[in-house]
């Protein structure tokens, strides 16, 4: 456990990020498929580093602990590859659906059975051979189906074309998919309900370098925002960014945050006493990962807010509105949730010295790390920041918090 509190509420601080976990992710299996691709400033989140590690794994077994993308990514990929895999993970994970992914691929000629429970991990996977090129699947549960099929889409001699069914949720994790197949050379075309992947045209020997990533930097839009001021600098971003979580600089200008673009990086600035909303609302229906951000910037400057599109936390590393209404009501917030929406009521004054439990989640640890600004409190398990992020604390202690094993 570490023990949070600040002694300066004035933060001016210079923080690397590294490469972003869901582009690295995508160009991972992408490597796969064209080996002569060159992948540079990859992201160094355990995600990542499970990624790797399975794809180079010749044994039959591969048990990919807590990570979501590496599970529906590597599902779809050895689906298509002259090998028999069985892809199994945490506890958590193997309550995580996948039939939704694992249907689509059956339909296009994928052998894939359920070990255990149908419809979750872990699985048998066994050579299957590509029979179609046209494939129908609901867009309303996970964009990660869609950017899998997406992945070994590219690989298709015929190419592929993906129908999507209901609307359509993480829409910018789909385009950053796309994108990063048009930046290796694979054209493609994303209109209304229909994505089309056309087959490569030329040998794919590509040099991509990764931007970093927007849902680290998220954390510190929210130190800045709880500060009285800040100058922080962060690298290594683009103001042309792919990543739909690019969205933080516009809903940090509601808390007084504002974003300079510079060479390689930008730059947050807060400024003493901004003019701060009555109350705060966002549909998050494309931008899932920053719902605990938000939820805890609110509530550490006290503005209502109402934050809606967040079915898809149900089915993350742990259900994340059930845990952001049990933490959050910690600090004396009237917190209320349904199946898709997130209401919270700030207290006066926030309670002080809160244990923050984490459930394997990140994201839990990381969006409520700021709070240290506003009051005391201890996070459990600060470990599990390594999925993505695994040197946040050491980067969080340049804008002069101070932490203590506890």
């Known amino acids: ?61 591969i048990d990919i602990g807590h ?18 895999k069985i892809l199994t993970g945490s506890e958590r994970m193997q309550n995580r659906p996948i039939k ?8 296009l000629g994928a052998n894939i059975q359920y070990q255990k429970k149908e419809g979750f991990p872990p699985l048998w ?20 189906y869609i950017s899998a099929l997406i992945l070994i889409g590219s690989a298709f001699p015929q190419g592929l074309e993906i129908i999507l069914k209901g609307k359509v949720i993480s829409k910018p994790y789909i385009e950053m998919t796309l994108a990063l197949l048009t930046e290796i050379g694979i054209s493609n075309r994303f209109q209304k309900n229909k994505i089309q992947i056309f087959p490569a045209e030329n040998p794919i020997n ?24 800040a100058e922080i600098r962060l690298s290594y971003f683009k103001e042309n960014s792919i990543q739909g979580d690019k969205k933080v600089v516009d809903f940090y200008k509601y808390f007084g945050v504002e974003t300079s673009f510079e060479e ?14 009555k109350n705060f609302k966002a549909d998050l229906t494309d931008f899932p990962d920053l719902a605990q951000t938000l939820a805890v910037t609110c509530l550490g400057l006290k503005i209502p807010f109402k934050l809606s599109g967040l079915s898809t936390l149900r089915i993350k ?6 845990a952001l ?14 199946k898709n929406t997130l209401l919270g009521k700030p207290p006066a004054v926030l309670k002080e010295n809160i244990e923050i439990s984490t459930y394997q989640d990140h994201r839990m640890a990381m969006a409520f790390a700021p709070l240290a600004l506003k009051t005391s409190l201890k996070i459990k398990n600060p470990e599990v920041v390594s999925k993505s992020f695994p040197t946040f604390w050491e980067e969080l202690k340049k804008c002069q918090l101070k932490s203590a094993v506890v």
């Open 325 to 338: 209404q049990t933490e959050l009501s910690k600090f004396g917030a009237a917190i209320k949730i349904d």
């Open 67 to 84: 990570a979501g993308t590496a599970m529906r990514f590597l599902t779809a990929y050895f689906s298509f590859q002259n090998q028999e």
């Open 206 to 229: 590509k040099t991509i370098l990764v931007e970093s990533d927007w849902s680290s930097a998220s954390y510190f839009y929210s130190l800045a925002a709880l500060s009285k001021t």
């Open 1 to 61: 456990m570490i023990n949070l509190y600040s002694e300066n509420q004035h933060l001016k601080a210079e923080i690397k990020i590294s490469g972003s976990k869901s582009e690295t992710n995508r160009l991972l299996i992408l490597k796969a498929i064209f080996p002569d691709l060159i992948i540079k400033n990859k992201s160094d989140s355990d995600d990542s580093q499970v990624l790797i590690k399975a794809l180079a794994n010749k044994e039959k077994t």
């Open 125 to 144: 996977i066994k050579n299957g051979k590509i029979i179609q090129n046209k494939i129908e699947i609901q867009a309303d549960v996970s964009s990660q």
């Open 264 to 277: 390689n990086s930008i730059l947050l600035r807060k400024k003493e006493n901004p003019i701060l909303p």
């Open 317 to 322: 590393e742990t259900d994340r509105l059930q």
């Open 100 to 107: 939704i992914l694992v249907e689509a691929l059956q339909d």
